[in-house]
């Protein structure tokens, strides 16, 4: 499986961003999308992930601001995020798992937001 990430920027704060991950290659099999963050210094966080049935979970710091959702025709997941602030800078990365379990993580994608 590949991944191909999209829609990170600058952005004020306050403001939103769409990013979109596409998967390519042996898509069927794939169960679990997610979204993963990180900063220089820390360890990667989940922020989002979205199960091959809907079902949905979220990081707390995350909660009524950022959506994820997947469109299973393109083999895509998106995070919608609103209300951005400056804390939510960080690289954002694509994470897919299929039943194996084998773990696909997309190149990285770099949001900042200012303030």
């Known amino acids: 499986v590949q991944l191909v990430e999209s829609g990170g920027g600058l952005v004020q704060a306050g403001g939103s961003l769409r990013l979109s991950c596409a998967a390519s290659?042996?898509?069927?099999?794939?169960?679990?999308m997610s979204w993963y963050r990180q900063v220089p210094g820390k360890q990667r966080e989940l922020v989002a992930h979205?199960?091959?049935?809907?079902?949905?979970t979220y990081a707390d710091f995350v909660k009524g601001r950022f959506t994820i959702s997947r469109d299973y025709a393109k083999s895509t997941v998106y995070l919608q995020m609103n209300t951005l602030e400056p804390e939510d800078t960080a690289v954002y990365y694509c994470?897919?798992?299929?039943?194996?379990?084998?773990?696909?993580w997309g190149q990285g994608t770099q949001v900042t937001v200012s303030s």
């Open positions: 994470r897919v798992s299929d039943w194996s379990p084998n773990v696909y």
């Open positions: 979205i199960l091959r049935g809907g079902s949905t």
């Open positions: 290659g042996s898509t069927s099999h794939i169960n679990t």
